[in-house]
């Protein structure tokens, strides 16, 4: 949505009509010139029109801090089974909407594939023993991705076998010499996919494609394979991520106390549903 | 302070922006096509947070009742592009407050932005701008 407010000319001023009706003593003031100022660039909208490329990427390797847009390329509506719609129908998205439950708007774990649909202004990526960690800025969550060549557990959910958990579990391995195909399952079915509320079941696969098409750009698209809610798998997001010269990150936090005096004090006397209608 | 410097009933304008689309950040929720004007607002709470920056701020309304007015701006991050920081305002602050209302008419809005008492101005980083990058 950052999309639709930063690029896309969503703010427009159709006009400005300075307009005094007051009769007070401030009337006599004059009226506040209308911004004519431009937004300040992002460090990724700067980046993107750079649009550097950094020279070759290198072969098999993604590590280091990287920056994105707040919230990626979403694709069309998925194609649901009656069980999906019916979850989805439970799904009340907009996290300043007073009446909503996604577990966002109380800074719940996002899970897969959702950590790469919202709020993805950074990413890193880290090598470690029979590992790529994957980091994301937001919440400063990491996801451990084996690249040993183990194949993902087969009995998640079953007695004795790997439990549904916030992230899943992930394995990965290089689909030629830049992109990194990294496969997760096991994802706890509270999580969200996106922030328009579509919902997953636990048996939800995810594929996320990380190509690194020259050093200072990785491209990634977010696949969703769950034929319990939708009737064939599908592109639920693309974005392209920029590498971050000073390879600093930043701190973005969803702090719960924080995230609920927020709702008390603005979202519910703003009066967000009335405003925002159905999804 | 002047009293009626403050009041909500020395509101002076109206400004007629078109903002149709922002639907991020709900603010869909407020009257884009005013801005209602607060001068010399003393500052009861200023909160530096996620999702977004508050500010309170006590000021009477057009029948002369005293009421606390909220006032969100956007997040710290996307603030700071604007050159607000943590430290920008603080209770006790005298500004003056430019703000969309709320359509329910509950005193709580969206800034434009706010001046401060040096004359510095710091802006919404969604409202207090009419043109996109």
Same mark, same amino acid.
């Given at each position: 949505?950052?999309?639709?407010?930063?690029?896309?000319?969503?703010?427009?001023?159709?006009?400005?009509?300075?307009?005094?009706?007051?009769?007070?003593?401030?009337?006599?003031?004059?009226?506040?010139?209308?911004?004519?100022?431009?937004?300040?660039?992002?460090?990724?909208?700067?980046?993107?029109?750079?649009?550097?490329?950094?020279?070759?990427?290198?072969?098999?390797?993604?590590?280091?801090?990287?920056?994105?847009?707040?919230?990626?390329?979403?694709?069309?509506?998925?194609?649901?089974?009656?069980?999906?719609?019916?979850?989805?129908?439970?799904?009340?998205?907009?996290?300043?909407?007073?009446?909503?439950?996604?577990?966002?708007?109380?800074?719940?774990?996002?899970?897969?594939?959702?950590?790469?649909?919202?709020?993805?202004?950074?990413?890193?990526?880290?090598?470690?023993?029979?590992?790529?960690?994957?980091?994301?800025?937001?919440?400063?969550?990491?996801?451990?991705?084996?690249?040993?060549?183990?194949?993902?557990?087969?009995?998640?959910?079953?007695?004795?076998?790997?439990?549904?958990?916030?992230?899943?579990?992930?394995?990965?391995?290089?689909?030629?010499?830049?992109?990194?195909?990294?496969?997760?399952?096991?994802?706890?079915?509270?999580? %969200?996919?996106?922030?328009?509320?579509?919902?997953?079941?636990?048996?939800?696969?995810?594929?996320?494609?990380?190509?690194?098409?020259?050093?200072?750009?990785?491209?990634?698209?977010?696949?969703?394979?769950?034929?319990?809610?939708?009737?064939?798998?599908?592109?639920?997001?693309?974005?392209?991520?920029? %590498?971050?010269?000073?390879?600093?990150?930043?701190?973005?936090?969803?702090?719960?106390?924080?995230?609920?005096?927020?709702?008390?004090?603005?979202?519910?006397?703003?009066?967000?549903?009335?405003?925002?209608?159905?999804? | 302070?002047?009293?009626?410097?403050?009041?909500?009933?020395?509101?002076?304008? +109206?400004?007629?922006?078109?903002?149709?689309?922002?639907?991020?950040? +709900?603010?869909?929720?407020?009257?884009?096509?005013?801005?209602?004007?607060?001068?010399?607002?003393?500052?009861?709470?200023?909160?530096?947070?996620?999702?977004?920056?508050?500010?309170?701020?006590?000021?009477?309304?057009?029948?002369?009742?005293?009421?606390?007015?909220?006032?969100?701006?956007?997040?710290?991050?996307?603030?700071?592009?604007?050159?607000?920081?943590?430290?920008?305002?603080?209770?006790?602050?005298?500004?003056?407050?430019?703000?969309?209302?709320?359509?329910?008419?509950?005193?709580?809005?969206?800034?434009?932005?706010?001046?401060?008492?040096?004359?510095?101005?710091?802006?919404?980083?969604?409202?207090?701008?009419?043109?996109?990058?």
């Amino acid at each position: 949505m950052r999309r639709s407010v930063l690029n896309s000319g969503a703010i427009t001023v159709a006009a400005v009509f300075p307009v005094i009706f007051s009769l007070h003593a401030a009337a006599q003031e004059p009226a506040p010139k209308a911004a004519k100022e431009t937004r300040p660039l992002t460090l990724y909208q700067k980046l993107e029109r750079a649009n550097a490329t950094g020279g070759p990427a290198p072969r098999r390797d993604v590590t280091g801090f990287w920056t994105g847009p707040l919230t990626p390329k979403l694709g069309p509506a998925p194609e649901m089974t009656p069980a999906g719609q019916a979850q989805f129908k439970r799904n009340k998205p907009d996290i300043f909407s007073a009446s909503t439950n996604d577990p966002w708007a109380t800074c719940d774990p996002l899970g897969v594939p959702r950590t790469m649909t919202t709020e993805t202004r950074g990413v890193a990526f880290a090598n470690m023993p029979n590992h790529i960690v994957i980091l994301t800025q937001y919440q400063k969550i990491w996801r451990a991705v084996w690249m040993d060549g183990r194949e993902l557990p087969k009995n998640i959910g079953a007695k004795g076998g790997p439990q549904p958990i916030w992230y899943g579990y992930s394995v990965g391995h290089w689909d030629g010499d830049y992109t990194l195909v990294v496969n997760t399952a096991g994802v706890d079915d509270s999580t %969200w996919l996106d922030r328009r509320g579509y919902p997953h079941s636990p048996d939800m696969r995810v594929e996320e494609r990380f190509t690194r098409v020259n050093h200072d750009v990785l491209e990634v698209t977010v696949t969703v394979d769950d034929p319990k809610y939708y009737t064939k798998p599908f592109a639920l997001a693309t974005s392209r991520f920029r %590498w971050i010269p000073e390879q600093e990150d930043e701190e973005q936090l969803c702090v719960p106390s924080e995230a609920i005096e927020y709702r008390k004090m603005v979202v519910v006397p703003a009066g967000q549903d009335q405003a925002q209608g159905k999804k | 302070m002047k009293i009626k410097s403050a009041m909500y009933s020395a509101l002076i304008l +109206g400004l007629s922006v078109g903002v149709p689309a922002l639907a991020h950040h +709900g603010s869909t929720a407020y009257d884009t096509t005013k801005v209602v004007t607060f001068k010399g607002i003393t500052v009861t709470k200023f909160v530096w947070a996620s999702p977004h920056v508050i500010i309170t701020f006590d000021a009477k309304d057009d029948q002369g009742t005293m009421k606390q007015w909220t006032a969100e701006a956007g997040t710290p991050q996307t603030l700071q592009l604007s050159g607000w920081s943590k430290s920008s305002v603080k209770v006790g602050d005298k500004l003056d407050v430019y703000l969309y209302q709320s359509k329910t008419g509950n005193p709580v809005g969206r800034l434009s932005k706010i001046v401060l008492a040096d004359g510095s101005e710091l802006k919404d980083s969604a409202l207090g701008y009419d043109k996109n990058p």
